[in-house]
Every structure is written in structure tokens, then in C-alpha cells.
């Protein structure tokens, strides 16, 4: 082993640990059991916005407010409908990245279309962190087993002679 290709090898290890372990404000360790309560009322649901990371069970708990409302959500197929003091609930394995609407699924009343909300299926951070420290482990195997080779050490090997 020569200086360069020690120097790769640690910068890589280095590199790869970095992104495994550094915490990340958005990361979480695994995916979570979660339980989201959603309020429905003529003619808004709250909140408006629901943040879940992939690979996250998902329960929906729907509170109906006033009248009796649903929730559809686009992508997920799922649809439940709770009346005023029953609440209804749906599990599901946020498998799918992306944003995805959710809509009242009930016509209860001259706002109905406009009940509307999102749901943000963030990525799956521990399965994108580890694509990239194995990306790096490669191109640092790469670089390092190069800095081997006699090419890349010509002159060296010649001024030795
Ligand atoms: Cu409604």
C-alpha cells in the first residue's frame, strides 16, 4: 500500500460513515407507527397538510366536526367517512413517495369540492443514505485499487530504481 491509496482508503470510510451516522433534521431511524387525527369541517379539514416519511404505517383518524364528512385520498385509494362524534380510521403503508391529494368524500354543502388537503409522502431517508454511502464505498474502491496499480506510480517506481 502506498500514501495515496491509504489516504483514499480512510478519506472513503470517512465519507461513507459521515452519511451514515450525521443527523439530519428531516431524518427519522425507521419507519414509524403513526397516528394522524384529521378534523373535518365545513369546509376545511385539519390540518390542512399531513407530513409522513415512506415506508410509515399510517393511521387516519377522521373527526367530523359538524356534518358528516369523508376523506378520500388520491393514490391510496382509501376512503372513510365519519359522522359528528364517530371517527373513523384507515391504516395504510405510505409505500409511495410523493404528494397526494385528499378530498372530502362526502357533498356536505356549497364549498364541498374546495374541502381539500395534502398529504407529503417525504423520501425514505435510511434507504437514500445508505444508496449513497455504498456509491462512495465503490468510488472509493475504485480510486484506491487505481492509486495501486504500477501506472499511476510510474515516476515513483522509476526514481526508486
Ligand atoms: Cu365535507
Given at each position: 500500500m502506498n500514501?495515496?491509496?491509504?489516504?483514499?482508503?480512510?478519506?472513503?470510510?470517512?465519507?461513507?460513515?459521515?452519511?451514515?451516522?450525521?443527523p439530519s433534521p428531516l431524518a427519522r431511524a425507521a419507519p414509524q407507527q403513526?397516528?394522524?387525527h384529521l378534523d373535518?369541517?365545513?369546509f376545511a379539514f385539519t390540518p390542512g397538510r399531513v407530513r409522513v416519511n415512506q415506508g410509515?404505517?399510517?393511521t387516519l383518524i377522521l373527526h367530523s366536526q359538524d356534518v358528516t364528512h369523508g376523506v378520500y385520498v388520491d393514490g391510496y385509494d382509501?376512503?372513510?367517512?365519519?359522522?359528528?362524534?364517530?371517527?373513523?380510521?384507515a391504516t395504510f403503508v405510505a409505500d409511495r413517495e410523493g404528494?397526494?391529494?385528499?378530498?372530502?368524500?362526502?357533498?356536505?354543502?356549497?364549498?364541498?369540492?374546495?374541502?381539500?388537503?395534502?398529504?407529503?409522502?417525504g423520501p425514505n431517508l435510511p434507504f437514500w443514505r445508505a444508496?449513497?454511502?455504498?456509491?462512495?464505498?465503490?468510488?472509493g474502491s475504485l480510486l484506491t485499487?487505481?492509486?495501486?496499480?504500477?501506472q499511476a506510480s510510474t515516476h515513483v517506481t522509476v526514481s526508486n530504481r
Open positions: 500514501q495515496r491509496s491509504i489516504v483514499y482508503a480512510v478519506l472513503t470510510l470517512g465519507l461513507a460513515l459521515a452519511v451514515l451516522l450525521i403513526r397516528e394522524i373535518a369541517r365545513m410509515d404505517t399510517v382509501i376512503n372513510i367517512k365519519a359522522e359528528p362524534g364517530k371517527p373513523a380510521r404528494k397526494f391529494r385528499f378530498r372530502c368524500s362526502v357533498t356536505c354543502g356549497a364549498l364541498h369540492p374546495f374541502m381539500i388537503g395534502e398529504l407529503v409522502v444508496a449513497l454511502a455504498l456509491l462512495i464505498v465503490a468510488l485499487l487505481r492509486s495501486l496499480t504500477p
